[in-house]
Structure formats: C-alpha cells, structure tokens
C-alpha cells in the first residue's frame, strides 16, 4: 500500500521542507523536484489536511498552488494566528476563494484503504465520505518533555503543563534545569528558541549564577499568502489584560504599491496605546508582511510613540506607505497632544 | 515620422509610469497594457538609453524584460546609486549579465531617419552605428528654477548652483522664499520632497517665525533586480567626511532565504562608528531592499548601536538574517566591550 499518513513534526528535515514549500506559496516551482525525490515518491493527485493553524495553512496553499487538489479540515473558523476579529474574517474569506476548506468540520474516520486515504465526515447534516491519495494532519504536536520522566524528580512535575518554569531564566524549579524553544512554549518559533537557548547555556555554564533573558517582542509570521503576522502584543492580549488601545486600520485593497504589485489584498491593523501613545503591536494580512513585521517589532522594541513612528522615513512607492496610513489613523482617534 | 526622442522628465505622469514600469522588473506584465496605449503607440521593438542612473537602470531594465531589445550608454561605470567600490562592482557585474550596457561610451551623434533613430558611437576604437526604434536619455534634468529669474531680486542668485538656501529651513537667505524637493536638491526623492513642501507651508503661514524642519535620515531605493538601496550615511559619505567606521559585510549567494526564493544574488554592507559602534549607514543590492532598507533607516534614526541591533528578532527564515550576519562581521571588527 502506497497510502500513508503523513504526521506534522518539526524534525530538522521537514522543518526544512516547511519552508521550502511554504517559500514555494508564490508561485515559484523550484523546489517541486526536491520535494518529489526527497519527501514524496510523487506529488499527489489530491490531499487532505486537518488544522488551519500555521502549518496546516502554508501547505495546503503551496500544494493547491502546486496542482494538488487540497482538502481542509478545520476544527474551527480560524485560520492562521491572526486573532483579530476584523483581520480573522478578512482572511478566512480571501483563503477561502482560493482553498477548499471545510470550516467546523472534522473528519469522523480515516481509513487506509485501497483506493486510497478514506475520509468520512459530516456537513450540513449529510454523511460524506472523501478518498484522497494522502492526509496531512498538522494540529499540533507533542513536547517530547515527557520522555524524560521528571515526575520522577519531583511529583509536582507530572503535570507538565504546569511545569514551574521560570519565564524569565527557564530553570525549573530550583533545579540545575533549563527547558527553553519548543519543549515548553505557547511560540513554537525558531528565532526564539535559539535565543532562549543561547541564553541557557550561558547560565549553564555560570551556574548557580543565573541571569535572566532579554525577552525579544514577540514577532510570528505565516509564509501564507497574502503572509499573515503577528507583532508585539496581539489584539487578544490587548483585550485580555484589558489595555485601552485605539486600533490604526488600513486596507490594501487600494494601497498604491500592493496595486501596482497586483497583490492588493488583505489589511494591517496597529494598535496604540491611548494613554502613552506608545505602538503596542500589530497584525498584517497583507503581501511582504514579513518585511513590515519586523520593522515593527523593531519600532515596539525600541517603544516608540505613534508620533515617532511618523516622523520616519516612508520611501514612494513602497507597502510601508500603508503603515503610515494606519499609524495616522490611530493618531486621530487620540486627543491631540 | 513614428520616431520620437523620449527625454526623461518627472511629469507627474510619468513619474507614475517610472514606478508601474519599474515594479514591473519583477516580471509582471499588468501594466504593459497600460504602458502601450498611454504612453507609446506599442512597445518598441529596440530601445537605446543614455545613461546608467537610477531611471536609466529601472527603465532599461523593466524594457528589456518587456522583450525590447534595449542597449545602454553610459558615460561611466557606475550603475544606479551605488558609493560602495565593493557593491558597484557586483552590481556592474549582475547588471551586464542581463543587460547590454556600453560602459565609457557615449553616441557621438543622434538623428531621426526614415529606418530609426541612428546612433553613431565608437567602441573599442571602432566607429559603430546603431538604429532602434527610440532614444531614451535619463541623464538626469533641469530644474525649473531657471525660469523664474530669481537673479532680478538679488544678483547673489545668478549662479543657481550657488543660492544660499539654509539647509535647515529651505529660505532662500532672508527672503521670504523657501525652496525645496527637486527644485534645488542632491536628493531628488519624493518622500523628501513631500516632507521639505509641508515644512516649508508651515513656515511660509507663520512667516517670519521660521522653524528648522526635521530631517529624516537619507533613504534612497533603485527598484532595479536586485534593488539598490542606500540609507543613511553613504559609503562615499563616511570616507568624505574622515570619519571611522567598519564594513559589515553579508553576501546574499548563500542567504538561507534569497537561496529558496531562487533570488540569491547581490550583496549588503552596514557602516558601524567605530567608537560610538552606532550604526551609520548601510548599502544594499539585494532582493526586497526597499524592505531592509527602510528597517535600516529606521534604526539608524533612532542611533542604535550594532550591539543594539544584534538584540532585535529576525524571523527565520527570511532576508533580515542576511543583515544579522552583517551586524555580526562589522562587531567583530571592533574592540570587544
């Protein structure tokens, strides 16, 4: 049986391939043979995906793109790491015009069979069944933390989502012990666990003196297109520790350069906080978003005002000219100063 | 006669042309349309440039991926806006492997005849004649200041090399004129212009209380393939001025990102203070340098230090990490803290 189950981790190969592929979303097929000699004996005729997460997103774009007919599965509406409302539903319509994605909808039964990867499941009411040639699940995965038993070290570490890490050094507990990256996060991002990482080590090395780390700002990006990210604090944690923010809007259905481009698509949204007029974060659905995104994070390290970030240089025709749209749209919704 | 001499002049027309035609490069052909019946009766079949500037290397090149068979003549060799020896030679190099450009070689005479318009030049001691369709010269252009006479208010302004225009307020020695944007400028970039113009209405309206405008720091982009970019205090600039400073360099022909994208050319180089380790400036001939560069200018407008940028998120995998390692080589240039 040629039929597999493909299962979403992140070993160093396909790390490598996710980015390939998801880099691939362009357009641009010159990775197709890599994929087919390295991972896949042939790209299939069509594949199902459960997850609309990050991963789940970036490929079942790529391999639509790639002429594979591409099925989602999704558990929710949310796509992506967006988490406002007004960007959420931007793109969940935008991703829907190209992909077939099957919101609220989880398959029931998956079967290997000889015709190929059995899918049954249930929309408006009906039973459906869909043979594809393979599934792609990317609905997370497992910290391989539990491998190592800590319960054994000290019961109250059975529970490992409530593992006593120190957010600001990593050690657990009072142990000589730093579990940092991927093992123990809610950011499962490269930059950042090699950042932790070093920082570990470092207080490895000098133990028992240990120094906390220089928390980076946050900053996540999915290789979708248009690229969605995440900068600074997101509107769901502006809204959870109940910060009183103005929201900076811009559309890029009429942005000048994403016109010329012919990638105008999506939006940005940059919020500002009322009192400090601080820039506090930021979420893109837009093309190049990977660019903006770190001039942002830079500009939210550097704590700069709305007032400051207006008084940078926006060179025409660039994307960046839409910031500025929104950064002046948050101004006006602040008392003058 | 169907042949005409186009002379490159920022009309705002066709300004809007230079960026539609020069997002082009890319390889778009939306607007190739929009480019034949507004502009020319049909794309040339030849096309002859003079010059190797910024709009003669944007027009050129977007032209002869248009399909038109585009020669250049170029007075030197430099190409675009390039001061770094380094990055000039690559970008010599990448450019004339697409492009025909005739380095150090100028027409000798231009005419309109009935088969073309017919360049005599010499090259390699040979003389040549050449016959396109068009002439396109972008040797750069007059400012209309010459028309206003200002040398009837004071004889001082006969020489319009020479007006004593402050450079922070833009007013024309006492007087109660301020120039600014291309009128008189060795910046001839609209962001600037745009900026000096709504500084210089504000002085005008609050006459003679005159305030000094804020300058931003230089930002300049050539949307060629690879852009160019320059942003802050130029290579020229640094060594002009004596000042001491250390060349990070990064190739981008191994870049993680610029190989996956298949766009792995070029380079970029930061000037870091060598006793202050601010960041100065920075020249880039690099796929998406209108994004690193306004992140750049960004940065150097807020005066970090390269140990200052080391302590910012780059996302993996993207371009951003090129300029981490840049960073990195020009740190390890200077005395260890």
Redesign the interface.
């Known amino acids: 049986m040629r039929k597999i189950i493909i299962k979403s981790q992140f070993t160093s190969k396909n790390y490598e391939l996710r ?2 592929i998801a ?1 691939m979303v ?1 357009g ?1 097929n ?2 197709r043979s890599e994929i087919k000699n390295k991972i896949l004996p042939d790209l299939p005729k069509s594949l199902a995906v459960i997850g609309s997460g990050v991963i789940a997103i970036e490929l079942a774009q790529a391999m639509h793109r790639l002429g594979v007919k591409t099925t989602i599965f999704a558990r929710s509406r949310k796509v992506g790491t967006l988490t406002s409302p007004n960007l959420q539903l931007l793109a969940q319509k935008e991703l829907q015009t190209e992909l077939d994605i099957k919101f609220e909808v989880l398959p029931k039964t998956v079967a290997n069979t000889q015709a190929g990867v059995e899918i049954t499941y249930e929309e408006n009411g009906a039973e459906l069944t869909l043979i594809t040639d393979y599934l792609l699940t990317a609905t997370g995965r497992d910290s391989n933390l539990q491998n190592l038993k800590l319960e054994n070290i000290n019961k109250a570490f059975t529970d490992l989502k409530k593992l006593p890490v120190d957010p600001q050094t990593k050690q657990l507990m009072h142990y000589p012990i730093f579990i940092v990256g991927d093992a123990k996060t809610a950011t499962p ?4 666990a ?2 932790e990482g070093k920082f570990a080590i470092h207080n490895a090395l000098n133990y028992p003196k240990v120094k906390s780390l ?1 928390t ?2 946050p ?1 996540g ?1 999915v290789f979708s297109s248009p690229e969605m990210a995440t900068i600074g604090q997101s509107f769901k944690d502006l809204k959870n520790n109940n910060i009183e923010f103005v929201t900076g809007f811009v559309s890029y259905e009429k942005q000048g ?1 994403a016109l ?3 990638k105008n698509k999506g939006a940005a949204e940059i919020y500002v906080d009322k009192m400090s007029r601080k820039v506090l974060g930021s979420e893109l659905f837009i093309e ?1 978003a ?6 942002l ?3 939210i ?2 704590q ?1 005002t709305v007032d400051d970030a207006l ?10 000219e839409g910031l500025r749209t929104a950064l002046k749209h948050a101004r006006r919704q602040l008392n003058p100063i």
Chains 1, 2 share one sequence.
């Open positions: 980015n390939k880099t362009a641009k010159t990775y991002i490269q930059h950042e090699a950042h220089k980076l700002p900053l990006i350069r010329v481009l012919g190049s990977e660019h903006l995104a770190h001039l994070a830079w500009m390290s550097e700069l008084t940078k240089p926006f060179y025409h025709p660039t994307l960046e």
